[in-house]
C-alpha cells in the first residue's frame, strides 16, 4: 500500500510564496508520474502539475512562470514551490502519483489560502 502525506499549506499573503512537500511511503515502485492537483470551493479538481519519471514536466496554463514542481528520489518526496501566490490559488491542494500499471493513489490533502 501506498501512502501521501502533503505538508507546507497555511494562510499567506497575496504575492507571497508557500512550498508544498509530498512525502510518500510503501511500495512506490513503478510511478511513472507524480503531481500536484487542487479544489477550491465550488470547482472542480484540476491539475496543477505534474512531473514524469523521465523527467518531462507540465504545468496548468495559470501557474506557469510562478510554480514549480521537483522531487528528490531520495527522500520519496515531490515539492511544489509557489511564487507570486494570488487569491484565484486558494484551494485544497492533493498530491497524487501513478504506478504502472493502473494505480493512483491520492494524500488527503493541504489548504492553501491566498488572503490579506
Known amino acids: 500500500q501506498v501512502q501521501l502525506v502533503e505538508s507546507g499549506g497555511g494562510l499567506v499573503q497575496p504575492g507571497g510564496s508557500l512550498r508544498l512537500s509530498c512525502a510518500a511511503s510503501?511500495?512506490?515502485?513503478?510511478?511513472?508520474?507524480s503531481g500536484w492537483y487542487r479544489q477550491a470551493p465550488g470547482k472542480q479538481r484540476e491539475l496543477v502539475a505534474v512531473?514524469?519519471?523521465?523527467?518531462?514536466?507540465n504545468y496548468a496554463d495559470s501557474v506557469k512562470g510562478r510554480f514549480t514542481i521537483s522531487r528528490d528520489g531520495a527522500k520519496n518526496t515531490v515539492y511544489l514551490q509557489m511564487n507570486s501566490l494570488s487569491p484565484e490559488d486558494t484551494a485544497i491542494y492533493y498530491c497524487?502519483?501513478?504506478?504502472?500499471?493502473?494505480?493512483?493513489?491520492w494524500g488527503k490533502g493541504t489548504p492553501v489560502t491566498v488572503s490579506s
Open positions: 510503501g511500495s512506490t515502485f513503478g510511478t511513472y508520474a
Open positions: 512531473i514524469f519519471s523521465g523527467g518531462g514536466i
Open positions: 497524487n502519483i501513478k504506478i504502472l500499471p493502473q494505480m493512483d493513489y
